[in-house]
């Protein structure tokens, strides 16, 4: 089966780092770009960034630039998004989504980061 | 920045009526145009892509119009299930950006 499997929900609390996970299966996983979208609570979708597993080539979305870090291990099919230090406004739903021309079409369940004291 | 503005913010239909979904955007993305669907607790599903294409597997009550900087997502008998939040999607060539739209939610009336 084509998916994307994301890690679990995460609660942590302000500064710490985190880092999540989506690993590809059912598909070339170094083929496609995967990029991470973020939901916070009520609200629409924001694009965050993008990379290519095959070259770990990777863009952000200038609102997200030194705030996150994409990351990849083709190795095992994986993408990966970090932070250093969280923040409560970092508190959403992160979606990690699969590229195919200029759209995505494959998406993950999203995981759920919930950062509070 | 090319910007994506949807209309309405939200969109109060019965069952079986017809429903007509726009998303402008500020300056030309030529037919580079998707539409999400969202339900609850759910991902964004793509519905249609490059304006007028439909996704595999989306029923044909779904279409899309449209290109340069008016588009449209038109479901023509709404069934229960579509009722939801509908997104649509651009990505600029420079700088490369993805960008979407604000959102419609469609409820039942």
């Known amino acids: 089966e084509v998916q994307l499997v994301q890690s679990g929900a995460e609660v942590k609390k302000p500064g710490e780092s985190l880092k999540i996970s989506c690993k590809g299966s059912?598909?070339?996983?170094?083929?496609?770009?995967i990029g991470w979208v973020r939901q916070m609570p009520g609200k629409g979708l924001e694009w965050m960034g993008i990379?290519?597993?095959?070259?770990?080539?990777?863009r952000y979305s200038p609102s997200f630039q030194g705030q996150v870090t994409i990351s990849a291990d083709k190795s095992i099919s994986t993408a990966y998004l970090q932070w250093s230090s969280l923040k409560a406004s970092d508190t959403a739903m992160y979606y990690c989504?699969?590229?195919?021309?200029?759209?995505?079409?494959?998406w993950g369940r999203g995981t759920l980061v919930t950062v509070s004291s | 920045e090319i910007v994506l503005t949807q209309s309405p913010a939200t969109l109060s239909l019965s069952p079986g009526e017809r429903a007509t979904l726009s998303c402008r955007a500020s300056?030309?993305?030529?037919?580079?145009l998707a539409w999400y669907q969202q339900k609850p607790g759910q991902a964004p599903r793509l519905l249609i892509y490059?304006?007028?294409n439909r996704a595999t597997g989306i029923p044909a009550r779904f279409s899309g119009s449209g290109s340069g900087t008016d588009f449209t997502l038109t479901i023509s008998s709404l069934e229960p299930e579509d009722f939801a939040v509908y997104y649509c999607?651009?990505?600029?060539?420079?700088?490369?950006?993805?960008?979407f739209g604000q959102g419609t939610k469609l409820e039942i009336k």
């Open positions: 990379i290519y597993p095959g070259d770990s080539d990777t």
């Open positions: 989504a699969r590229r195919r021309e200029r759209y995505f079409d494959l």
């Open positions: 999607q651009q990505r600029s060539n420079w700088p490369k950006m993805y960008t």
């Open positions: 059912g598909y070339s996983f170094t083929s496609y770009w």
């Open positions: 300056q030309s993305v030529s037919s580079y």
């Open positions: 490059d304006a007028s």
